[in-house]
């Protein structure tokens, strides 16, 4: 079970840290194309780092939980960024 831990625990940290990057780099208008560029980063770091381990046994669940947990992350951090800008009067979808 420590082993599994092992491999998903590293794509949720890719996943806070590209959240708190995205926050500090990107303007509140493209706040929502970082956080997909973050979903899609952690797809292919959960993907290889799954393929890595060489194990087959529960390799889809090692994966879902790896990107079940970044979606969590990214969908809060989202939550936060759309606070944030309609705080400063900024609309993240355009009509």
């Known amino acids: 079970m420590r082993r599994t ?7 949720w940290l890719v996943a806070l840290v ?5 926050g500090v780099v990107a303007p509140p208008e493209l706040a929502l194309g970082g956080v997909s560029l973050t979903l899609a ?5 959960a993907l290889a780092v799954q393929l ?6 529960g390799f889809v669940s090692r ?3 790896s990107l079940v947990g970044s ?6 951090a989202t939550v936060v960024f759309a606070f944030a800008a309609s705080a400063n009067g900024i609309q993240l979808l355009h009509r």
């Open 41 to 45: 980063v952690s797809t292919i770091c």
């Open 52 to 57: 890595a381990t060489g194990r087959k046994e």
């Open 18 to 22: 590209g959240a708190i990057l995205t």
């Open 5 to 11: 831990w092992q491999s998903i625990a590293p794509i």
């Open 71 to 76: 979606a969590v992350i990214l969908a809060l």
């Open 63 to 65: 994966v879902t939980a």
